[in-house]
């Protein structure tokens, strides 16, 4: 088991909620290094800057509903790093007055932006930023990594991905882990607004139907946040996926006409206005029951929200579950 260390080495692909959560769970039983594509931290837990506009252009927020997650949520409040977030929701229809509902409901979100959370989580970790692994090679249980630079990274005892599914089946599929392969993701694109003039709103979040828009949610209403006045537009994952590869432009000038028709009002000047595409942005499914997969014999696993229903929560629930079950595999070796 000795790879060059006097503890086990585990190569955790992603630096997402699933990847920091599994790392700092397992950092007592093995040395763990995170390898994340991108320059951010946290994945979807994700944010975006303009003067005086802020954008939580991934997960807009979360839910606790189980006794565990909210435990968690309680220990990232106390540290300052979360904050709840009293939504009044509103129902959406293209012509039609909009359907407010009655009592606020309780979400969570970081404070004093979402990408909070994966910089917290990530203090004292190895995390190999901005590091795009694209090849797994060598043998059971003694793993080398390879970026797209042609870096080499190892050996590693265990290789976790937590990655989305696709990029995960990619990754590890060939190698003994085939059934990431039937996990479908869907898509979704975000449009990011700032607004020079503030709209008279009674709701902070709203979903719509009979639109390219699947949500509408005023993110300047957060905790914390900057007054300036900022909304983030997710489109529908069937929108995404008919329109992927268009003009860029065309798509948000489209998605910008349907949040007009949906507000049945002016926007006023837009003083900024950005588009992201998240091409793995939630579960086609809600595939709870798996919770992680894991071939222990070669020392391969992959987990991640879309081990379950593709939320905040999911993630947590994928990569404790993760962690008990590699840290069960680490104690007979």
């Not at 004292?124 to 970026?147: C, F, M, N, S």
């Not at 449009?191 to 008279?200: I, K, V, W, Y």
């Not at 939630?282 to 929200?305: K, M, R």
């Amino acid at each position: 088991m000795n790879l060059y260390t006097d503890k086990p080495r585990l190569a955790i692909i992603g630096a997402g909620l699933s990847g920091l959560l599994l790392a700092r769970q397992l950092s007592a039983d093995a040395h763990c290094e995170l390898f994340e594509k991108s320059r951010g931290l946290g994945g979807r837990l994700a944010t975006r800057y303009a003067d005086e506009y802020q954008f939580d252009h991934g997960a807009p927020g979360f839910v606790a509903t189980s006794a565990a997650f909210q435990a968690f949520v309680q220990t990232l409040e106390q540290a300052g790093v979360v904050a709840p977030w009293w939504v009044t929701q509103a129902q959406l229809q293209p012509g039609k007055t909009p359907v407010i509902q009655e009592h606020p409901a309780c979400h969570y979100v970081g404070v004093p932006r979402m990408n909070q959370i994966g910089k917290y989580l990530a203090q004292e970790l190895v995390v190999r930023r901005q590091t795009r692994i694209t090849r797994l090679q060598g043998k059971p249980h003694a793993w080398w990594l390879q970026d797209d630079e042609g870096h080499q990274y190892g050996p590693y005892h265990w290789v976790i991905s937590t990655a989305p599914a696709a990029q995960t089946a990619a990754l590890l599929s060939s190698h003994g882990l085939p059934a990431v392969q039937t996990v479908p993701m869907l898509g979704c694109y975000v449009l990011m607004l700032g607004l020079s003039q503030p709209l008279s709103l009674p709701w902070q979040v709203a979903t719509a139907t009979d639109s390219a828009v699947s949500r509408i949610i005023l993110n300047h209403t957060k905790p914390g946040r900057p007054s300036g006045y900022s909304i983030v537009v997710h489109s529908t994952s069937a929108w995404a996926a008919e329109h992927a590869t268009a003009d860029q432009g065309w798509v948000q000038t489209q998605l910008l006409q349907s949040t007009r028709q949906l507000l049945g009002q002016d926007l006023g000047e837009v003083a900024h206005c950005a588009l992201h595409l998240w091409r793995y942005a939630t579960c086609a499914t809600d595939t709870s029951t798996t919770q992680c997969h894991i071939n222990a014999d070669i020392g391969l696993a992959a987990c991640g929200d879309w081990c379950g229903a593709g939320t905040v929560e999911a993630a947590y629930h994928s990569a404790c579950n993760m962690a008990d079950t590699i840290r069960d595999q680490l104690a007979q070796e």
